[in-house]
């Protein structure tokens, strides 16, 4: 294992906006379908997510949001929240700064969830130039994640697809001339795991996609990695729902739902907290450096483990026994 300690980390998303806070509804209302202007019952109002935050809709602006999210996280002892980061100057980062902030009052940490690269031309060179500016703008301040002394950046598997491995081979060199960073890749592929610092995988989904042993997919990662002396990080989530967020069906969720499962919605059960607990104890056995949690509060696919109306404290509860058991 790399000096890196045992770390768990969770996926944080910022791009939740209410009409009350910021003017309009933000990924409340994902897909076109739903209208958070609506109420359904029990107060509730029309949203695209399967579950029901329990302190009702939220705004990721509201620094009383961020700073009871950071609590959240402290709590249960996850050490940083991953943030998804669409690029330098996007509106979607806006929450960032005040996390820095409320993460200085906890022991809690943020990294960024490189999500899509410029959109520009010689966009390739731009990505080099935007994670080169991040790193020198954030790098070194104290909230931000770090192992070995070193920033943390974690890349998206849509990201890292959008250049060709001698590109980003091209955007780390660059980068590596500039900064002193760690850059975490969502990938099972050979050539980017050899050019990248580390991998991780963004959840155990692909595993439920095409059927396939869950543990067996974490040790195998680890191992691959341990090879080539690399940083690697397994995730667990507690289930998966996206089916009122009205995603585009892609080409291989097609295959997978007219030939391995029979044309289903794609669910994967919570089963009470057993799903979660049995990745959880997969991940654990696995030994990675870190452990990721998918997610804190990704409702619109229902992996948030946030407190709910449905779920409560449950998932934030079985977070914190297995964070105990994974530091032993």
Known sequence: MINSGKL??????????????????????????????????DNRRDISCP?????????????NVIKRHFELAAEVGIDAFIVSWWGNGNILNKPFDYMLGYARQTDTKISIYYETVPSIPFKYKNTALDLIGFIK????????????DKPVLFFYRRVIKQHSVKQWAEIIK???????????ADTLDREIIDIFDGV?????????????????????LVDKCRDNNKYVGVSVMPGFDDTLANNEMTVKRRIWQAIVHLKKDVVIDRNDGKTYSQQWECAIQAKPD????CS???WIEGTEIEPSVEFGRKYLDITEKYIKEFKK
């Not at 910021?22 to 897909?31: I, L, R, T």
């Not at 703008?137 to 070995?148: M, N, Q, R, V």
């Open 200 to 220: 991780h995988t963004y959840s155990p989904y692909e595993a439920y996609l095409w059927r396939v042993s869950v543990k067996r997919s974490m040790r195998k």
């Open 8 to 41: 768990v980390l969770a996926f944080y998303y910022p791009w939740y906006w209410t009409k009350d806070y910021s003017g309009f509804w933000s990924m409340w209302d994902y897909g076109g379908k739903h209208n958070p202007d609506t109420f359904i019952g």
């Open 51 to 63: 579950h029901y935050p329990q302190n009702g809709l939220y705004d990721s602006n509201d620094p």
């Open 137 to 148: 703008k954030y790098g070194k301040h104290e909230s931000f994640l770090k192992a070995d």
């Open 296 to 298: 804190f509060n990704e």
């Open 174 to 184: 660059a980068v590596k001339e500039e900064c002193n960073a760690l850059l975490i």
């Open 290 to 293: 870190w452990i990721l949690i």
